[in-house]
């Protein structure tokens, strides 16, 4: 239940005797806990229990505020630097011509770099779907303008009028971007 709110400080510590380290990491020893509790106080500082499992328990002597404040940073900082793996979709028709076919395979390209997975949809009409090759002529086609950086998650399938197939970023293709951004 600890592990929820985080270590136990001060007087939520019932566990004695307790191995003791001060805020310069400098071992003190093992002490009871009333002895380990106004050490901490003479200094101005709290007792933290910072291995719990270990017999003794381990508690440490620091400004516990100041502790959690750097501890929100650094999980800020971690967060900020994942990356969500989001899906975006580029449609197609089966009559496309070659420049609006280019403009889209340009923008898989770019989703793939930034590290997206690409959804590619072939949207038929009416008698279209008696020509279901040219639909997969179309997603073969653009796998093989980005085979180099995405590798095939779905291959295509045919769901009502649209035939999807789904595209992953390869490693290779996300270390690419951050070289660009370094220079």
Same mark, same amino acid.
């Given at each position: 239940?600890?592990?929820? +709110?985080?270590?136990?400080?001060?007087?939520?510590?019932? #566990? *004695?005797?307790?191995? #003791? #380290?001060?805020?310069?990491?400098?071992?003190?020893?093992?002490?009871?806990?009333?002895?380990?509790? *106004?050490?901490?106080?003479?200094?101005?500082? =709290?007792?933290?229990?910072?291995?719990?499992?270990?017999?003794?328990?381990?508690?440490?002597?620091?400004?516990?505020?100041?502790?959690?404040?750097?501890?929100?940073?650094? %999980?800020?900082?971690?967060?900020?630097?994942?990356?969500?793996?989001?899906?975006?979709?580029?449609?197609? +028709?089966?009559?496309? %011509?070659?420049? %609006?076919?280019?403009?889209?395979?340009?923008?898989?390209?770019?989703?793939?770099?930034?590290?997206?997975?690409?959804?590619?949809?072939?949207?038929?009409?009416?008698?279209?779907?008696?020509?279901?090759?040219?639909?997969?002529? #179309?997603?073969?086609?653009?796998?093989?303008?980005?085979?180099?950086?995405?590798?095939?998650?779905?291959?295509?399938?045919?769901?009502?009028?649209?035939?999807?197939?789904?595209?992953?970023?390869?490693? =290779?293709?996300?270390?690419?971007?951050?070289?660009?951004? *370094?220079?």
């Amino acid at each position: 239940m600890a592990k929820d +709110r985080g270590p136990r400080v001060n007087y939520q510590i019932k #566990i *004695s005797p307790v191995r #003791i #380290i001060d805020e310069e990491g400098e071992q003190l020893g093992i002490m009871e806990i009333d002895e380990a509790r *106004s050490a901490a106080e003479e200094r101005g500082l =709290d007792l933290v229990e910072v291995a719990p499992n270990a017999r003794p328990p381990v508690c440490k002597i620091m400004d516990y505020g100041r502790y959690k404040y750097e501890q929100s940073k650094k %999980d800020k900082l971690a967060k900020k630097k994942q990356h969500q793996v989001t899906v975006k979709e580029m449609k197609f +028709r089966p009559k496309i %011509d070659d420049h %609006d076919y280019e403009y889209k395979v340009e923008h898989v390209r770019e989703f793939l770099e930034k590290g997206d997975k690409v959804k590619l949809t072939v949207m038929f009409r009416g008698r279209e779907m008696m020509y279901k090759e040219f639909g997969e002529a #179309i997603l073969d086609r653009v796998w093989k303008d980005v085979e180099d950086i995405s590798e095939v998650e779905q291959v295509p399938k045919t769901d009502g009028r649209n035939m999807t197939m789904v595209l992953t970023p390869t490693r =290779d293709a996300q270390k690419s971007p951050s070289k660009e951004n *370094s220079e």
